[in-house]
């Protein structure tokens, strides 16, 4: 693949209109690889890959579960809703790859590393304590993670007698306050280290009591700790908000910056949309007489009527036809330790990397091989609702608009069971199927801000065994809401229920996802079968 030079693309902001928080790139001499952050979701930690920091492709993932806990598999009453993993961070050193994440929800931090990113094999190394948005940084032979929230600490890493990845030490803090702007509401974090010329820089995030979120970062000619004398100096490099689609913007900020193979540099940064998330930004980088960075934002912003090319598979139709390999991100050296039981094992199905399940699944209760050309899902437990339900699959909404459907066969449904089609946060609304005494019927449910479900429309009596449910999205001018229609005839869509006023809630601290739900409430063992799922910036038919 050519490199392409981002100053002689036509692009507008954001270029990704999704929910791709937290990024971080780094530059191979051939291809850009970004990852960010979804959290709960599994796979975990997406890495994207680009030609020209502009069209990105899902090039793969760290693993296919971060860790085996209640809390990150919905076990026991357990969840991870807004923790999960955060930030991650990714560097190109001596010919390897290398990921880093930490977890609040295990107190632990994972340190991944590959010769390819998409094939693997992928080693991991767990290190105990979370280090709060670290990022990696090599440097003269040694490896170190910097991270902190109002701080900036530390920490060298030291591989042992198996190659993996250990504590060499404690943590040294090197800034005793890094809130360039002390009257920051949300104290600076979200830390990209580097080495460039004769200083390290730190770039992080802050956001201002009276403002809006900016860029900081702090520099000096060494690795000496304040404590000890050591001379850093922080400064504001981006405090800007960009329109998009008719909403204001609260600051483009937190990314750090890579250089590309001409020598020009550029950051990838994030900004609030609202319900849809956090859209990466590109801004150009140049440097000043002194050694500090410049950051310019100057691509023109998507209107409300527009839209971006962005990564053209993060919201794709599927059809559901098995792949008998596992992708890249199953090569984990340690997968032992990831597979206890059949729950985690890889079941023979490989889904695209468009998808993510909300938590680990169980994968003994879903298949792409039990009915060839169809995702079936068979209720292994009980829920009380979608939020603690598990094997729900999703992908993202994308922005301005975007829409999806399902076909669904719900012939192998039981009393009690519940499946559908969701725009899921924790303020979530679907369409659906449920079946009560023998009988299914469709309704429409949405909840309300705190996950409680607040409205249900009049039953619709269904005695078809197939279905196709949709799901509308709409993010132009703040409009945030979404519809919900069935269709019988593959024809004509019904509308059901009404309109959900979609919310970003930090509880869940993601942006909305289509899902695709099938959980029991009194019995296991039923299950529904998806012929495919449809999706694009508007469905005008149910097979385009």
């Known amino acids: 693949m050519t490199e392409r030079d981002p100053r002689a693309l036509t692009f507008a902001t954001p270029v990704i209109f999704a929910d791709v928080p937290d990024p971080d790139v780094v530059h191979d001499g051939r291809h850009y690889y970004m990852v960010s952050t979804t959290m709960y979701f599994a796979p975990s930690v997406p890495i994207m890959r680009s030609s020209d920091l502009v069209h990105w492709s899902i090039a793969g993932y760290t693993g296919p579960v971060l860790d085996d806990t209640d809390a990150l598999a919905l076990r026991n009453g357990h969840d991870a809703y807004g923790q999960g993993s955060w930030a991650a961070s990714i560097r190109h050193h001596e010919g390897t790859y290398y990921v880093s994440v930490a977890s609040l929800t295990t107190q632990k931090t994972y340190v991944y590393a590959t010769p390819s990113i998409e094939h693997g094999p992928w080693t991991r190394s767990v290190l105990d304590g979370y280090a709060h948005d670290q990022s990696l940084l090599f440097d003269d032979g040694d490896a170190y993670l910097v991270y902190g929230a109002g701080v900036i600490d530390l920490r060298r890493l030291a591989r042992d007698d198996a190659g993996t990845f250990v504590w060499d030490g404690p943590a040294t803090r090197l800034v005793e306050d890094a809130d360039v702007d002390q009257t920051s509401g949300l104290h600076a974090e979200g830390a990209h280290a580097y080495k460039i010329g004769d200083h390290y820089y730190v770039f992080m995030i802050e956001w201002p009591t009276d403002g809006i979120r900016q860029e900081v970062v702090w520099r000096s000619a060494s690795l000496t700790p304040q404590s000890q004398g050591g001379i850093w100096e922080g400064r504001v490099v981006l405090s800007q908000a960009v329109p998009v689609a008719g909403r204001p913007g609260g600051g483009v900020a937190q990314g750090g910056v890579v250089q590309a193979a001409d020598g020009r540099w550029y950051a990838m940064l994030f900004q609030d949309e609202g319900p849809l998330g956090r859209s990466p930004q590109l801004a150009r980088v140049t440097w000043d007489d002194d050694g500090w960075p410049v950051f310019t934002l100057d691509a023109a912003p998507v209107a409300a009527g527009g839209r971006t090319a962005g990564a053209s598979d993060l919201l794709v139709s599927d059809d559901f036809e098995n792949q008998p390999t596992p992708a890249g991100y199953w090569n984990v050296a340690d997968a032992d330790a990831l597979t206890t039981s059949d729950e985690t094992a890889w079941n023979g199905s490989s889904l695209g990397l468009q998808w993510q399940w909300n938590h680990n699944p169980d994968n003994?209760?879903?298949?792409?091989?039990?009915?060839?050309?169809?995702?079936?899902?068979?209720?292994?437990?009980?829920?009380?609702?979608?939020?603690?339900?598990?094997?729900?699959?999703?992908?993202?909404?994308?922005?301005?608009?975007?829409?999806?459907?399902?076909?669904?066969?719900?012939?192998?449904?039981?009393?009690?069971?519940?499946?559908?089609?969701?725009?899921?946060?924790?303020?979530?609304?679907?369409?659906?199927?449920?079946?009560?005494?023998?009988?299914?019927?469709?309704?429409?449910?949405?909840?309300?801000?705190?996950?409680?479900?607040?409205?249900?429309?009049?039953?619709?009596?269904?005695?078809?065994?197939?279905?196709?449910?949709?799901?509308?999205?709409?993010?132009?001018?703040?409009?945030?809401?979404?519809?919900?229609?069935?269709?019988?005839?593959?024809?004509?869509?019904?509308?059901?229920?009404?309109?959900?006023?979609?919310?970003?809630?930090?509880?869940?601290?993601?942006?909305?996802?289509?899902?695709?739900?099938?959980?029991?409430?009194?019995?296991?063992?039923?299950?529904?079968?998806?012929?495919?799922?449809r999706a694009g910036d508007d469905l005008e038919g149910t097979r385009p």
């Open 364 to 533: 003994r209760f879903w298949s792409l091989t039990d009915r060839p050309g169809h995702l079936r899902l068979t209720t292994g437990s009980v829920a009380t609702s979608i939020v603690d339900a598990r094997n729900t699959l999703t992908q993202r909404t994308c922005g301005p608009a975007s829409a999806a459907a399902i076909s669904l066969d719900v012939s192998g449904m039981k009393d009690g069971d519940v499946a559908g089609l969701s725009a899921y946060q924790q303020k979530y609304g679907y369409v659906g199927v449920e079946m009560a005494d023998g009988a299914r019927q469709l309704v429409m449910r949405r909840a309300d801000r705190h996950g409680h479900v607040a409205f249900t429309s009049a039953g619709v009596p269904l005695t078809a065994g197939t279905v196709l449910l949709r799901a509308d999205v709409d993010f132009r001018d703040a409009a945030d809401r979404a519809s919900f229609a069935y269709s019988l005839d593959g024809a004509a869509w019904t509308p059901i229920g009404d309109d959900l006023a979609m919310e970003y809630s930090l509880a869940h601290f993601t942006g909305y996802r289509f899902a695709i739900f099938c959980y029991a409430t009194a019995e296991t063992g039923g299950h529904v079968d998806v012929d495919w799922f």
